[in-house]
C-alpha cells in the first residue's frame, strides 16, 4: 500500500498563495481601465479520490480562480445527482468508471455555459475520468485538458488508507477479496484502474476482466474514435509531481508504465526479465503504435510534460506557472486558418524550430500561413511565366 494523502491536503495548490494568478488578476484590473478583456474559456474541473465537488477545499480553489480570471465559469463534476457532496465523495470510492464518464458526459452536456467548449483540470484519478469524457464523448468540445498526477497508465499498488477515512478502509477491506473479481471491476473505482504488468498472472486477469483503463488505452481493442477525439485537443498538459509515493509507479502520470512480464518481441522472443525501471512513454507500445493519438499531438507540440516538485498534489507557485495564464484562463483566440492546416503548420513549427502554438499565437500563425501563400503564388507565377516562354 501507498500512503494516502489526507483529503484536504488533496489540493495542495489552496495551501500555498497562488501567486501567478494574483499577479495575472492584478493586470486584469490594470487593464479593465482601458478596456473590457474577453472572458476566459470556461472551466470543468474533475476532482480526485477522498475528495468531493463542492468541499471546502475545491470550493476555496474555485474562488481564487474566478478572482485570479474574471468572468471564468466553472464547473465542478459531481456524481451525486442532487449535488450531496457526501455521495459524491463515496462515488470516489465506490461505483463503475465507464458510467460515471457517462454520467459526466450527460451532466456537463446539460451546463449551458460549456455548450460552445471548455478547458478541462483532472486531479488524480479525475484526470483519467476527463480523458475518457475526452476520448468517449467530447461533446461539448475540451480545448486544453490539464491532468494533475493522474495515472494513465494505471497503478501497481494501492494507496494506504489514513485512520480516520472510513470510505478508503472499507474500500480497502473489499479489495482483500481480489483486484480481478466481477464486483471489484464492477463496484471499487480503484481496482478499474489497477494494471500491475510485473506480475504475469495479475496482468492476464487484467486483460480479460478489465474494462475501463484497458479500453481508454485501446490496449487490446483499437476504437479510433478514442484517437480522433484526443487529436481534437488544442493541447494535452500532463503534470507528474517528482516525489510522488501515493501514485505507483508515479510515471504514469506520463503514461509510463512496468514492463510487461514474459512479452515476446515481434519474432516471438522472449524479453528480458522486467526490472523496476518503468518504460518512458516514447518507448512504449501505446506511442509508437499511436493506439490514443499520444504520437500525433506529440510531433505537434500538444503533448505538454511538466513535472512539478514535490509529494502528489503540491501544487506550488513554479507548478502553477506551467499551467494558469497559459493553458487555463485564457480566451478563445480567433482562429484564422483552418484547422486542418493549422494542425500542418504546428508540426512545422514544433518540428523545425521547437516552438508551439502557444509560444508564437494565432497571429503569427496566420501570418506564417500568409507567407507561405505568397511564396506559393510566387512559385505559379514563376512556372506559368516559364512556361509561356
Known amino acids: 500500500m501507498r500512503p494516502l494523502l489526507p483529503s484536504n491536503l488533496l489540493l495542495g495548490v489552496l495551501l500555498i498563495p497562488l501567486h501567478l494568478l494574483l499577479s495575472t488578476a492584478t493586470v486584469t484590473k490594470a487593464a479593465s481601465l482601458s478596456f473590457s478583456p ?19 477545499a475545491m470550493s476555496s480553489f474555485i474562488g481564487q480562480l474566478q478572482e485570479a480570471f ?25 461505483g463503475k468508471a465507464s458510467e460515471d464518464v457517462e454520467f459526466a458526459c450527460k451532466q456537463i452536456a446539460e451546463v449551458d455555459e460549456l455548450k460552445n467548449g471548455f478547458d478541462a483540470i483532472g ?21 486544453n485538458l490539464v491532468t494533475f498526477g ?16 472510513f470510505l478508503c478502509r472499507i474500500a480497502e477491506s473489499a479489495l482483500r477479496g481480489g483486484v480481478y473479481t466481477d464486483y471489484a471491476q464492477s463496484h471499487l473505482i480503484s481496482a478499474q484502474y489497477f494494471r500491475n504488468p510485473r506480475d504475469p498472472n495479475g496482468f ?98 500538444s503533448l505538454v510534460m511538466e513535472l512539478c516538485h514535490g509529494i502528489h498534489m503540491q501544487i506550488d507557485g513554479a ?34 524550430l521547437g516552438l508551439r502554438i502557444q509560444d508564437v499565437g494565432d ?14 503564388g510566387l512559385k505559379l507565377l514563376v512556372g506559368m511565366g516559364r512556361n509561356k516562354w
Open 38 to 56: 474577453p472572458k476566459p474559456h470556461p472551466l470543468v474541473i474533475w476532482h480526485g479520490l477522498g475528495d468531493s465537488a463542492h468541499s471546502e
Open 70 to 94: 474574471p468572468g471564468l465559469y466553472v464547473h465542478s463534476v459531481s456524481m451525486s445527482p442532487t449535488g450531496d457532496d457526501s455521495e459524491d465523495r463515496k462515488a470516489g470510492f465506490f
Open 123 to 143: 486531479f488524480s484519478q479525475g484526470g483519467q475520468f476527463l480523458r475518457a469524457y475526452v476520448e468517449k464523448c467530447n461533446l461539448p468540445k475540451v480545448r
Open 150 to 165: 493522474s495515472q494513465h497508465m494505471g497503478i501497481s499498488d494501492f494507496p494506504a488508507c489514513t485512520p480516520t477515512d
Open 204 to 301: 492476464a486477469k487484467y486483460l480479460e476482466k478489465n474494462d475501463f483503463i484497458k479500453d481508454i488505452n485501446n490496449e487490446v481493442e483499437i476504437n479510433k474514435t478514442y484517437a480522433e477525439n484526443l487529436l481534437s485537443l488544442d493541447n494535452f498538459v500532463m503534470i507528474m509531481f517528482d516525489k510522488d509515493i501515493t501514485v505507483e509507479p508515479k510515471q504514469s502520470s506520463w503514461f509510463a508504465s512496468y514492463p510487461i512480464a514474459n512479452e515476446t518481441d515481434s519474432i516471438g522472443q522472449a524479453k528480458p526479465s522486467p526490472t523496476n525501471e518503468v518504460v518512458p512513454l516514447r518507448q512504449s507500445s501505446i506511442y509508437l503504435e499511436d493506439r490514443i493519438g499520444l504520437k500525433k499531438l506529440d510531433e505537434r507540440g
Open 319 to 352: 507548478c502553477q506557472m506551467k499551467v494558469f495564464g497559459k493553458f487555463i484562463g485564457t480566451p478563445i483566440s480567433p482562429h484564422f486558418v483552418p484547422r486542418g492546416l493549422r494542425v500542418w503548420l504546428a508540426r512545422l513549427l514544433y518540428g523545425v
Open 363 to 376: 497571429e503569427v500563425l496566420a501570418q506564417l500561413f500568409l507567407v507561405l501563400l505568397i511564396v506559393s
